[in-house]
């Protein structure tokens, strides 16, 4: 069963930093892209970035492009996303989602939340 | 980057009645070299993760009910559900994976 664990959310200051992680299990990790989405609290979903399975390819929505950093560790089955220069429209739910290639996010973890506020 | 206009916002339906979400894209999703669309739709439950409905356009997603179309091609696609359930009242996304990914302001399906 594929199993995506969120973790690394919380309550920050505008401009500061955080570093989120995404586990992944039941499946060969570093055969897939993998991204980051989030969702604004009562909003729509917002993709943020993608990291391909050798992380050969790298893309960021504008909104978080030069501030946010997606990576992986193959060797640990794990997705990152270092998050910096942190604003309060940055508040949302961070889901980390597998990509494939016909079926584009067939599976979703659970989410963290970041809570960007003084 | 592509833009997704989804709508209605919100709908209000009963129990066994047919409803229609629409989304269109700024450019066309279709691939010249396969000719396949890349547009994809997601269901959403409060407090739940989104669930992947149909991608590709009109291919179901293993487990989806048959109630569950999805049809349009190019620029313009429709998610339609027949028969609503009480449990497919939830939040509708639609979503391009033609260049990166560009998700729908969602529609919110609502009891009458």
């Known amino acids: 069963e594929v199993q995506l664990v969120e973790s690394g959310g919380g309550l920050v200051q505008p401009g500061r930093s955080l570093k989120l992680s995404c586990v992944a299990s039941g499946f060969t990790f570093s055969n897939y892209g993998m991204n980051w989405i989030r969702q604004a609290p009562g909003k729509g979903l917002e993709w943020v970035a993608y990291i391909s399975s050798g992380s050969s390819y790298i893309y960021y929505a504008e909104t978080v492009k030069g501030r946010f950093t997606i990576s992986r560790d193959n060797a640990k089955n794990t997705l990152y996303l270092q998050m910096t220069s942190l604003r309060s429209e940055d508040t949302a739910l961070y889901y980390c989602?597998?990509?494939?290639?016909?079926?584009?996010?067939?599976?979703w973890g659970q989410g963290t939340l970041v809570t960007v506020s003084s | 980057d592509i833009v997704m206009t989804q709508s209605p916002s919100s709908l209000a339906v009963s129990a066994g009645e047919t409803v229609t979400i629409n989304c269109k894209s700024s450019?066309?999703?279709?691939?010249?070299?396969?000719?396949?669309?890349?547009l994809a739709w997601y269901q959403q439950k409060p407090g739940q993760s989104p669930k992947l409905l149909i991608y590709l356009a009109s291919t179901r997603e293993s487990g989806v009910p048959d109630r569950f179309i999805g049809s349009g091609s190019g620029t313009d696609f429709t998610l339609t559900i027949s028969s609503v359930q009480a449990e497919d009242l939830a939040d509708y996304y639609c979503q391009q994976h033609y260049s990166y990914y560009t998700f729908g302001a969602g529609t919110k399906l609502e009891l009458k």
């Open positions: 450019q066309s999703l279709l691939s010249s070299g396969n000719q396949k669309n890349y």
């Open positions: 989602a597998r990509s494939g290639t016909t079926r584009p996010l067939a599976y």
